[in-house]
């Protein structure tokens, strides 16, 4: 399975959450790409399932997260899971308050997560119907001690049920 996983940063915990959850395919013998929109942003990708992530910017994504979503050629992505992350903060360094407030978040509107999966509806697909928030401790990080092994995790629910979608589009074909 090719997984393409799309995301901005602005203090770098994004990219090291996207890099985390490249870890998690490639360790499962699946192709990862990693985009880095600040380095370009290729609107032609093709995979079976992506990951579109952002740092939470007063409840929204960034505005290169955006411009990408509003761009990118979406026919190749029409019934394939489209995954919406991002990093939200500050949050508690206790682990368990951080847990909690995570919890709190659920599946928001208010979060770079929630502004990627109206983005993707708005395109007329259809986004994974659970977010991922990774927690940073700090207005500009780091990252949380457990937020690389909460996206390995997270990624790899996504790529079980992914790998499930595309399967039962075969046997429907």
Not at 2 to 9: A, E, N, P, S, Y
Not at 138 to 147: I, M, N, Q, S, T
């Given at each position: 399975?090719?997984?393409?996983?799309?995301?901005?940063?602005?203090?770098?915990?994004?990219?090291?959450?996207?890099?985390?959850?490249?870890?998690?395919?490639?360790?499962?013998?699946?192709?990862?790409?990693?985009?880095?929109?600040?380095?370009?942003?290729?609107?032609d990708l093709s995979?079976?399932?992506?990951?579109v992530g952002s740092p939470t910017r007063a409840g929204r994504m960034t505005k290169r997260t955006a411009e990408f979503l509003r761009d990118f050629v979406s026919g190749p992505w029409r019934g394939r899971r489209i995954v919406a992350f991002d990093t939200v903060g500050p949050l508690s360094k206790d682990p368990e308050k951080r847990r909690e407030a995570l919890r709190r978040i659920g599946n928001t509107t208010r979060s770079a997560a929630g502004t990627i999966q109206?983005?993707?509806?708005?395109?007329?697909?259809?986004p994974a119907p659970e977010q991922m928030h990774l927690p940073v401790t700090?207005?500009?990080?780091?990252?949380?001690?457990?937020?690389r092994d909460m996206a390995r995790e997270l990624a790899r629910k996504h790529l079980d049920d992914a790998r499930r979608e595309l399967q039962e589009n075969v046997q429907l074909a």
């Open positions: 399975m090719k997984v393409v996983i799309v995301f901005d940063t602005v203090h770098g915990s994004t990219g090291e959450v996207a890099e985390a959850i490249a870890e998690e395919v490639r360790s499962g013998g699946d192709e990862a790409e990693v985009v880095d929109l600040r380095a370009s942003m290729p609107l995979g079976d399932l992506m990951f109206a983005a993707v509806e708005s395109r007329g697909l259809t700090g207005l500009w990080g780091p990252l949380a001690p457990d937020a």
